[in-house]
């Protein structure tokens, strides 16, 4: 890797405990890969808005045993549980080695679009990365390849599709993470235009998922975001009314349409979304 990476500082005891085993796993000698998930959004977004407690990273070939080959040492060992065939643990931090291949764009129109969406959208991740340090303040820090915002929210818009059945928990922080990343980089329309610009089936694969989960699926999201959250049950007992608001004018010909969640600020509700706008995406549309 060369050139000088911008740097971001997380701070925090659970993001020192990630930034140190990223160090690990970015060895100079390791296999070349871009971190996703939740502390490549929370690096985007250079604040640790919530807690995350694992890594993954995306890699074009290389797998878990490829990496223990450099890295291999005191506190790192494989995954040994059902399902851990590409899991490693450095100093009990999780890490998910998620490998993909040349891409053919050939037959993924016969792909379940669940499926094809998560194969294009770890890709596109891993072809569109840029890189980035990773600080925390006691001196810890990792370089390497981060997917941009756009590959963020293309993949969290197949987690919140995959959550539903397995792991519906975990629905609140992956809408949360797209509500931050549309925010804070799409007012100019640019993860829109990204996503747009991207080969299909690529951009009608996300136009589609989010039509489904967050357009037609609004009503089911927030009663999943209500019973799955940390708010207290006195927040539950309160529904948030979603009213659809104007277009701010810096967002116009922009992906996102504003949605407002109007959640009443509770005492003891430690809830990021308690006052805050749940912001959902409604349209993207191919630049003309």
Same mark, same amino acid.
């Given at each position: ?7 971001v ?60 080959e450099v890295i291999?040492?005191?506190?790192v ?8 065939g ?7 931090v999780?890490v ?10 050939e037959?993924?129109?016969l ?6 969406l ?27 390849l981060?997917?941009?915002? !756009?590959a963020l929210?293309?993949?969290? @818009?197949? &987690? +919140?599709?995959d959550? $539903?059945? %397995? =792991? /519906? #928990? ?8 797209l ?26 694969l996300?136009?589609?998922g989010?039509q ?27 529904r ?12 116009r ?15 003891? !509700? ?5 006052? @805050?706008? &749940? +912001?959902?995406?409604t $349209?993207? %549309? =191919? /630049? #003309?």
């Amino acid at each position: 890797m060369s050139g000088e990476a911008p740097v971001v500082t997380l701070v925090g005891n659970e993001a020192s405990r990630l930034i140190v085993a990223l160090e690990r796993l970015a060895a100079p000698d390791a296999p070349p890969f871009t971190l996703v998930g939740g502390l490549a959004v929370l690096a985007r977004l250079a604040r640790p808005y919530r807690v995350t407690t694992d890594l993954d990273a995306v890699t074009l070939g290389p797998e878990r045993d490829d990496f223990l080959e450099v890295i291999m040492g005191p506190g790192v060992r494989p995954g040994t549980g059902a399902g851990e065939g590409n899991r490693l643990y450095i100093d009990d931090v999780k890490v998910d080695i998620i490998a993909t291949g040349v891409i053919d764009l050939e037959g993924f129109d016969l792909l379940p679009e669940k499926q094809a969406l998560f194969a294009l959208a770890h890709h596109w991740a891993m072809t569109t990365s840029t890189l980035l340090s990773i600080a925390d303040d006691t001196g810890a820090m990792a370089t390497c390849l981060v997917a941009t915002p !756009a590959a963020l929210v293309a993949m969290k @818009l197949h &987690a +919140l599709q995959d959550r $539903r059945a %397995e =792991r /519906p #928990e975990k629905i609140v922080s992956d809408s949360r993470d797209l509500y931050f990343l549309l925010e804070s980089f799409d007012r100019d329309g640019s993860i829109g235009g990204a996503i747009a610009a991207a080969l299909d089936p690529l951009s009608s694969l996300v136009l589609k998922g989010a039509q489904r989960e967050l357009v037609d699926g609004a009503v089911r999201l927030e009663r999943a975001m209500l019973v799955y959250s940390q708010a207290t049950p006195t927040t539950v007992c309160r529904r948030p009314r979603l009213r659809r608001a104007a277009l701010d004018r810096r967002s116009r010909g922009s992906i996102v349409h504003w949605i407002r969640c109007s959640v009443r600020p509770l005492a003891g !509700a430690h809830d990021p979304l308690d006052g @805050l706008a &749940a +912001l959902v995406v409604t $349209r993207m %549309e =191919r /630049p #003309e």
